[in-house]
């Protein structure tokens, strides 16, 4: 079984696997990094160290704008993929969901990039993203440690 | 021209560029100097993104003034026109940038550290190519 967590980023809804998930916050400013890229943008300190700044924008199935949100999103989480902190603002953040193993499903109706499959929540489909994949794709593959953290 | 405390025994600091949201600091022991001379006779001007050059801020000072930033063996010029401000080193906590906001850009100054001060970022720590 395992744990997703829904979030919102303007009307789209996703999931992130709650194991992944460090902390939730509020609104949170970060800085953008002169050259940065548009997925890492930025960074933020949280616990006395530097997380990346994901922008989801840049990886969403229709990303047809290249100007960033001019607002600043009201919700944050920090996740934790390989050895990377990663803080995400998004608009919404709901409670964590227990789904059963056949629920994730190979994506069908959803569209987007570094998914690891999607699932149906009360009628509605999300994509379950999958950050290592991301993380993967900017790095390339990170051996992986058995536990401890940086 | 001003030039900035590099001798041994003087205190470390960084000097800071402030603009357009984005704050970064260099070692002040790699400014050789700073000059309001934006005409001829400047070094070579440093391959960087438009980010650094800081302009446009409301804090935006009239004059432009410039940065002769020692790279390796090699004298290099910024023209900047946003604020700077000499901080102590150990008034930041200095921890690593993410590996994966590192980029490879064919740059003269690459970000490698962040500077933290109480609970948020106080400026990006960026040193010379080698």
Same mark, same amino acid.
């Given at each position: 079984?395992?744990?997703i967590?829904?979030?919102?980023?303007?009307?789209?809804?996703?999931?992130?696997?709650?194991?992944?998930v460090?902390?939730?916050?509020?609104?949170?400013?970060?800085?953008?990094?002169?050259?940065?890229?548009? #997925?890492?943008?930025? #960074?933020?300190?949280?616990r006395?160290?530097?997380?990346?700044?994901?922008n989801l924008?840049?990886?969403?199935?229709?990303d047809d704008?290249?100007?960033?949100?001019v607002?600043?999103?009201p919700r944050?989480?920090? #996740?934790?993929?390989?050895?990377?902190?990663?803080?995400i603002?998004?608009?919404?953040?709901?409670?964590a969901?227990?789904?059963?193993?056949?629920?994730?499903?190979?994506?069908?109706?959803?569209?987007?990039?570094?998914?690891?499959?999607?699932?149906?929540?009360?009628?509605?489909?999300?994509? #379950?993203?999958?950050?290592?994949?991301?993380?993967?794709?900017?790095?390339?593959?990170?051996?992986?440690?058995?536990?401890?953290?940086? | 021209?001003?030039?900035?405390?590099?001798?041994?025994?003087?205190q470390?600091t960084?000097?800071?560029?402030?603009?357009r949201?984005?704050?970064?600091?260099?070692?002040?022991?790699v400014?050789?100097?700073?000059?309001?001379?934006?005409e001829?006779?400047l070094?070579?001007?440093?391959r960087?993104?438009a980010?650094?050059?800081?302009?446009?801020?409301?804090?935006?000072?009239?004059?432009?003034?410039?940065l002769?930033?020692?790279?390796?063996?090699?004298?290099?010029?910024?023209?900047?026109?946003a604020r700077?401000?000499?901080i102590?080193v150990?008034?930041?906590?200095?921890?690593?940038?993410?590996?994966?906001?590192?980029?490879e850009?064919?740059?003269?100054?690459?970000?490698?550290?962040?500077a933290?001060?109480?609970?948020?970022?106080?400026?990006l720590?960026v040193?010379?190519?080698?």
């Amino acid at each position: 079984m395992q744990h997703i967590v829904p979030i919102r980023f303007l009307d789209l809804w996703l999931a992130l696997d709650a194991d992944q998930v460090e902390q939730i916050l509020g609104q949170q400013t970060w800085m953008r990094l002169p050259g940065g890229s548009r #997925v890492f943008p930025g #960074v933020m300190a949280w616990r006395g160290r530097a997380a990346a700044v994901l922008n989801l924008a840049a990886i969403l199935p229709e990303d047809d704008s290249d100007l960033p949100r001019v607002d600043r999103p009201p919700r944050t989480i920090v #996740v934790r993929s390989h050895e990377c902190s990663i803080a995400i603002p998004v608009d919404e953040i709901r409670e964590a969901q227990l789904i059963e193993p056949g629920q994730l499903k190979p994506q069908a109706i959803t569209h987007q990039r570094y998914a690891q499959g999607e699932i149906d929540l009360g009628g509605q489909i999300l994509a #379950v993203l999958d950050l290592d994949a991301l993380i993967d794709a900017t790095l390339g593959p990170l051996p992986t440690k058995p536990a401890g953290r940086t | 021209m001003t030039t900035l405390p590099s001798q041994a025994g003087e205190q470390l600091t960084y000097l800071t560029v402030t603009g357009r949201g984005l704050r970064w600091g260099i070692l002040s022991s790699v400014i050789v100097g700073i000059s309001s001379i934006t005409e001829d006779g400047l070094p070579p001007a440093l391959r960087l993104p438009a980010d650094y050059r800081a302009q446009d801020d409301e804090q935006q000072e009239e004059r432009p003034r410039v940065l002769l930033v020692l790279v390796g063996q090699q004298l290099r010029s910024i023209t900047i026109t946003a604020r700077i401000e000499l901080i102590e080193v150990e008034r930041v906590k200095l921890v690593p940038l993410p590996l994966i906001c590192r980029t490879e850009a064919q740059e003269d100054l690459h970000v490698t550290q962040v500077a933290l001060s109480e609970n948020s970022v106080a400026f990006l720590v960026v040193e010379p190519a080698i």
